[in-house]
């Protein structure tokens, strides 16, 4: 069954670091675009984080960037991987949900990143604490 599955959302002080991960399966990670995106209440879904396996490229929302990493795991095969976002210095503004997706055309856009989603997972909560 191809799926994605996130895990790690949870109630973080300001400054306090999270990682988030994205369990893949049901296809071959390595010949996808995947990354994550985040959605705060009455905000529209933003792309901060994507790996492009294929290219050995990784791309990251300004304003995330230099706190946010993305990385994969990759002593396992392709076809069941999983994905992580470590995230450090959290901010109240990366509160949300994060959604782990599979897509296209990721491109820095402004501060996020957009991309063309082709597969979405469930999503799981941040919640950063002032």
């Known amino acids: 069954q191809v799926q994605l599955v996130e895990s790690g959302g949870d109630l973080v002080q300001t400054g306090g670091s999270l990682r988030l991960s994205c369990q893949a399966s049901?296809?071959?990670?390595?010949?996808?675009?995947i990354g994550w995106f985040r959605q705060a209440p009455g905000k529209a879904r933003e792309g901060v984080a994507c790996?492009?396996?294929?290219?050995?490229?990784?791309?990251?929302?300004?304003n995330v960037k230099d706190r946010f990493t993305i990385f994969s795991d990759s002593s396992g095969p392709s076809y069941n991987k999983t994905v992580f976002l470590q995230m450090n210095d959290l901010k109240p503004d990366d509160a949300g949900v994060y959604y782990c997706?599979?897509?296209?055309?990721?491109?820095?856009?402004?501060?996020?990143?957009?991309?063309?989603?082709?597969?979405w997972g469930k999503g799981t909560q941040v919640t950063v604490a002032s």
């Open positions: 049901g296809f071959d990670v390595d010949m996808y675009d």
């Open positions: 790996i492009r396996a294929r290219y050995g490229v990784k791309l990251y929302a300004e």
């Open positions: 997706a599979v897509g296209a055309a990721w491109v820095p856009r402004g501060k996020i990143l957009t991309a063309s989603i082709d597969l």
